[in-house]
């Protein structure tokens, strides 16, 4: 693996200072592989003995314009299409149960409330669109068993894996999880469409939240024109 990630950067000729060390912290800190991304990813992989196997990279889902890009078939939730791709999804056959995840190369994951009021949609989204898509080729039901951030940081304390989910509990249950995850999709079919209607009508209320210039404003392509830090 190192071999091909080698082989891979090299492909890209890239010559600055900030890409020797992001090269560094792929391939290890002054030539030591143990200080590397790709050590730390082969470690938490090697761990991992709970039945669940890779079996999706960047799954697409929807239509793109490259045709060779995402699914061939139109994907909708509701009446809206959608479209994306996934990093990674594991599944368990034993007992038809999938999990989604995402690389992030920081070690942020969304917050309980931003999944729970719709501002993070995007593992919820990746979540019911591996659910349709594995349940169509396997032929068979399967049940959300994670939604996870799988941080790509160099650091100890930032690396690896963090389940995201709006359990109540801090130490949930396998059965926990399902039921946040079944939510988590139900959510994500009921603030899709409904976002969709109101920019369909024009309906752009100004954000209430305390933090909108991080949680939304931050995101918004008309942030250079809008006043609305003059009339809130």
């Known amino acids: 693996i190192f071999s091909i990630a080698e082989k891979k950067i090299e492909k890209l000729r890239l010559n600055s200072t900030m890409i020797f060390f992001e090269r560094e912290k792929i391939l290890g800190i002054a030539g030591n592989k143990k200080k590397s991304i790709l050590y730390k990813f082969l470690e938490e992989e090697r761990n991992n003995s709970e039945g669940f196997i890779p079996q999706y990279f960047e799954m697409g889902f929807g239509q793109f314009k490259n045709s060779k890009e995402g699914n061939a078939d139109e994907f909708f939730i509701g009446n809206v299409k959608v479209r994306g791709k996934i990093d990674r999804v594991d599944v368990n056959s034993d007992d038809k149960t999938y999990k989604v995840i995402d690389y992030k190369l920081s070690g942020k994951k969304p917050t309980k409330a ?37 941080s790509l940081k160099l650091s100890n304390k930032d690396f690896g894996k963090k389940n995201i989910h709006i359990s109540s509990s801090r130490t949930p249950s396998e059965d926990d999880l399902l039921k946040s995850n079944e939510e988590l999709i139900q959510i994500c079919s009921e603030f899709i469409p409904t976002y969709i209607e109101q920019i369909a009508r024009g309906k752009f209320n100004l954000s209430m939240l305390e933090d909108r210039e991080n949680k939304v404003c931050r995101f918004c392509d008309f942030k250079s024109i809008c006043r609305i830090q003059d009339v809130i």
Not at 129 to 149: C, G, M, R, V
């Open 114 to 150: 931003d999944l729970e009021t719709g501002i993070s949609l995007q593992l919820p989204l990746y979540l019911y669109a591996s659910k349709k898509l594995i349940e169509a080729e396997l032929n068979n039901k399967f049940d959300p068993s994670a939604a996870i951030i799988y």
